[in-house]
């Protein structure tokens, strides 16, 4: 049986907040951090968990229905059934097209009225989530990043050519596309209001959404809480060439855009 998500906030007096989590070949992955997500629930907000999986070759998908089916079946034994505060989706995508159209496929098809995004390979703490909401619900037309260049934020288990190439892109966007009041504009960790991604129009192919959603939403407040970023253990790169010139080619797109509206 579907849950109907519309029907449970509106019957929830509740903030709601979409976790975006995009995956391919992660079935290593997915169960442990559905499990790790709902330990780390944050009280008095309705959590709506959104997988979207672009028809993994591993079987994601597969994986992450049967966890939802029988999450579904122990819940409604549950004698708190009512009080139950999230519920578990999975988008799977006939193709896979790129990250950020899996991410907007994500945000389109929630409810919250907050979105966070975050990667399915634990390289993002799911412990950090109620502090990045906790955050989120105190200035609440902002956007909150997890980073791992701010003060106290760092990187454990990368080399030295992935956190080269991690710096030289955050110091593209800092002087070539005027992102100034952010340390870490390439984190893939972050969260925002659903309104403040509805009023944008994200038209880059690249991997990362929140570099866009900076460049065009200039004079919205940035909070950046630090954390530690965790190289993954289990489940394969995607990290390639092809994300290097994907990331060339948002950079000249944005940079174009940055012009055009300077001009304005
Ligand atoms: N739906 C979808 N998810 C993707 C795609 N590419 C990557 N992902 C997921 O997006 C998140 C980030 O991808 P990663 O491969 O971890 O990228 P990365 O963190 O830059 O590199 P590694 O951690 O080294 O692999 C993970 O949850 C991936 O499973 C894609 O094309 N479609
Ligand atoms: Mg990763």
Do not use: C
Request: charged residues 25%; hydrophobic residues 35%.
């Amino acid at each position: 049986m579907q849950t109907n998500h519309q029907e449970i906030f509106e019957t929830k007096n509740m903030y709601t907040i979409s976790i975006i989590i995009p995956t391919y070949n992660e079935s290593e992955n997915i169960i442990r951090l559905l499990d790790k997500i709902k330990e780390n629930l944050s009280s008095n907000v309705f959590t709506e968990i959104i997988i979207v999986d672009d028809n993994s070759p591993d079987g994601t998908s597969r994986v992450a229905q049967n966890y939802i089916d029988s999450d579904v079946r122990s819940n409604r034994k549950s004698a708190n059934f009512e009080e139950k505060q999230y519920s578990i989706k999975i988008i799977t995508r006939k193709i896979k097209n790129g990250l950020i159209p899996a991410l907007l496929e994500g945000v389109k098809s929630s409810h919250g009225d907050y979105v966070l995004i975050m990667d399915a390979d634990f390289s993002h703490p799911p412990e950090m989530i109620p502090k990045i909401i906790e955050k989120l619900l105190h200035n609440s037309n902002s956007i909150v990043i997890a980073s791992r260049y701010t003060k106290d934020g760092s990187i454990v288990g990368w080399p030295f050519k992935r956190r080269l190439i991690s710096k030289a892109a955050a110091v593209i966007a800092k002087f070539g596309l005027n992102v100034h009041n952010v340390t870490d504009p390439m984190s893939g960790f972050f969260a925002l209001p659903r309104t403040i991604l509805q009023n944008l129009k994200i038209d880059t192919k690249g991997y990362k959404i929140l570099l866009e959603i900076l460049v065009k939403s200039k004079d919205i407040p940035i909070f950046e809480i630090p954390y530690t970023f965790r190289d993954r253990k289990s489940g394969k790169s995607k990290m390639g060439s092809s994300v290097i010139l994907d990331y060339i080619s948002s950079v000249w797109q944005l940079y174009r855009y940055g012009r055009n509206h300077q001009k304005k």
